[in-house]
Nanobody, 115 residues
């Protein structure tokens, strides 16, 4: 069972990045999927979530209108589209899958927003 994030890197303020989270060893169709981030010296915070039913989504106030979470169950992958990036978005971004008592985390991908 594994979640692997990709797509991180360096972006300029105002730029965009698209993160991917690929699942292996299980089918993420029935799981609630979330993206978290942890900035240097800070705790881990929830960025966005998408339910397994109807695709309902939730976002942190700090990213509403800029980030979009989506899922492609056929590809067993979840995405985070990040636009209008700000320096304060710099963090390691983690993917989480949760269903009942089962919870899986990826190892993270680093996003750096700097000019």
């Amino acid at each position: 069972v594994q979640l692997v994030e990709s797509g991180g890197g360096l972006a300029q303020p105002g730029g965009s990045l698209r993160l991917s989270c690929a699942a292996s060893g299980f089918t993420l169709g029935g799981y609630a999927m979330s993206w978290y981030r942890q900035a240097p010296g800070k705790g881990r915070e929830l960025v966005a979530g998408i339910r397994s039913v109807f695709g309902w989504t939730d976002y942190a106030d700090s990213v509403k209108g800029r980030f979009t979470i989506s899922r492609d169950n056929a590809k067993n992958t979840v995405y985070l589209e990040m636009n209008s990036l700000r320096p304060e978005d710099t963090a390691v971004y983690y993917c989480k899958a949760a269903m009942g008592f089962n919870e899986y985390w990826g190892k993270g991908t680093l996003v750096t927003v700097s000019s």
